[in-house]
């Protein structure tokens, strides 16, 4: 299944069903972060790209179109198929992905796997949007009607490339909105290819388009379209405050936006140590670390610290770098050069600040974006890495005693997307999850139980708004009040 040398089909730009090349003719290299090379040249959309998929959208949206005249369970079979296509194309898709991104096949592989899950649950939804009948004191009949808000613009990050697509589409396409989506510019033909399943599930033109290109020319343009009712975005708080100044200068379109973290992970000395860094090494290395819930602040009870950091360099010596089509490689390279690049500044930070590198810090190779996982102990909370989201495979483990001072430090920062808590003791792991202040918890694992049915977000600067889940439906839909005043009835 995994293969290194897939053909990409679709490098254009995708609006009302057709894929075009952009109105600039521009063209940006999709990089392959293993070697470098370029995986394929791809449309370079901007304003008046975007102009024209808003156009597209929006007319598909009119009323009496063949998009708003579909029944609910004709917008359930359109998702259920277009998941039907992924899981098809599962290996095709996930090999694009590897390419582009650099993530193991098989992480890849599961991934799309999943995207399929997320277009099924939301599928479920469809026929399941209702208002409610309202009692009044003057015997009125009050009704709401729950309507789709528009056209959504939607602008997803890199590292989970094939799922965001389907967190984002699948509310927006069950409740009815068509869709303007700018991918990011490091793994726009995943995406692509997901686009062009879309038409083949039988999508009207108009509904879904994607418009590849770079986040401050065609981005800004979505965020800035007055015709754009909503928009979704995924990735940096810095872009996340643009996004939200546009929307109040354009036309106050409704903003989800799910940023950044510094997330905790509390492990106190009850524990068994050996599962406890197994917990703790997949919640901050999965993915090369550029998860936006990573576990990179790992908080370990002073009594069982030393032990810890012990095991966990061994755990992190043992884990397997490489070549991503690898079946046994475990961790593949940065995605591109300037995240490669934050990383290593980062681990130069660490050991200026006087924290204690266990292992790693380097480059591996000469080319490509590799880097050893690496481990910093005797971190406190003042320095750099145990402030800034790295987004890279460093593992800062800190020291703590009790569990007012661990929730108290947990909690200080401009985060707050995600935490973790492994004890034995529930009244400890109970009194963590309702003290920290974070959008998910978990407790005695990490990061295993996103599934498409429980909301995700995050307090304070790591977002607004919820993804996922039946919340995820409120995003997309405005709600009607209708008063109807009736005649006497006895």
């Known amino acids: 299944m995994a293969n290194p040398k897939v053909e990409i089909k679709y490098k254009k730009l995708f609006i009302n069903n057709e894929f075009v090349d952009s109105v600039s003719g521009k063209k940006f290299p ?25 156009k597209a959208a929006k007319d598909a949206f009119a009323r009496g179109s063949e998009w708003r005249n579909l029944q609910p369970t004709q917008r359930a079979a359109l998702l259920n198929k277009l998941a039907d296509l992924v899981v098809r194309d599962a290996a095709q898709i ?3 992905q590897t390419l582009e991104n650099g993530k193991p096949f098989t992480h890849a592989y599961g991934e799309t796997l999943i995207t399929a899950e997320v277009f099924r649950y939301y599928a479920g939804w469809c026929d399941k949007i209702d208002g409610q009948s309202l009692p009044t004191d003057d015997g009125s009949l009050v009704i709401t009607r729950k309507e789709p808000i528009g056209v959504a613009g939607q602008i997803t990050p890199w590292n989970f490339p094939v799922l965001l697509i389907a967190i984002k589409l699948g509310p927006a396409l069950a409740v009815g909105c068509p869709v303007v989506l700018k991918p990011a510019e490091q793994t726009p033909l995943c995406n692509l290819h997901v686009a062009a399943l879309t038409k083949e599930a039988g999508y009207p033109a108009g509904v879904i388009n994607v418009v590849t290109g770079y986040g401050p020319t065609a981005g800004a343009a979505i965020a800035e379209h007055p015709d754009v009712a909503k928009i979704s975005f995924t990735g940096s708080v810095e872009v996340g405050k643009k996004i ?5 200068q354009s036309n106050l379109k409704r903003v989800t936006l799910e940023l950044g973290g510094k997330s905790p992970l509390v492990i106190f000395d009850d524990v068994n140590v050996d599962e406890a860094v197994k917990v703790a090494h997949n919640a901050i290395f999965n993915n090369s670390g550029q998860v ?8 370990v009870h002073s009594k069982i610290y030393d032990e810890f950091v012990k095991k966990s360099k061994d755990l992190a010596l043992k884990r397997k770098v490489g070549d991503p089509f690898d079946a046994a490689t475990e961790h ?4 591109e050069k300037d995240i490669f690049d934050r990383a290593i500044k980062y681990i130069a930070i660490g050991k200026k600040e006087g924290a204690t590198l266990v292992t790693g810090g380097e480059r591996i190779g000469k080319k490509g974006f ?20 790295i987004f890279g495979p460093v593992q800062s483990i800190l020291k703590f005693d009790s569990m007012e001072d661990v929730i108290e430090r947990a909690n200080k920062t401009t985060y707050g997307l995600a935490a973790g808590v ?6 400890k792991a109970i009194k963590f999850a309702h003290a920290v202040e974070s959008g998910s918890v978990w407790v005695n694992n990490y990061n295993e139980a996103i599934t498409a049915h429980a909301p995700f977000g995050g307090y304070k600067q790591s977002g607004i708004g919820r993804e996922l889940g039946r919340d995820a439906l409120d995003n997309y839909l405005e709600t009607k009040t209708i008063s109807i005043k009736l005649a006497n009835v006895k």
Do not use: H, W
């Open 30 to 54: 999709s990089i392959n972060p293993v070697d470098e090379s370029v995986v394929a040249e791809v449309a370079e959309g901007d304003k008046a790209d975007v102009d024209k998929a808003v």
């Open 94 to 96: 996930a090999n694009i």
């Open 244 to 248: 939200m100044v546009a929307s109040g």
């Open 292 to 299: 936006c819930i990573a576990a990179s602040r790992t908080y």
């Open 332 to 335: 593949g390279p940065q995605v």
């Open 370 to 389: 590799f880097i050893q996982p690496t481990i910093f102990a005797d971190v406190t909370d003042d320095m750099t890495i145990a402030k800034d989201e």
């Open 422 to 427: 492994l004890t034995n003791d529930i009244n």
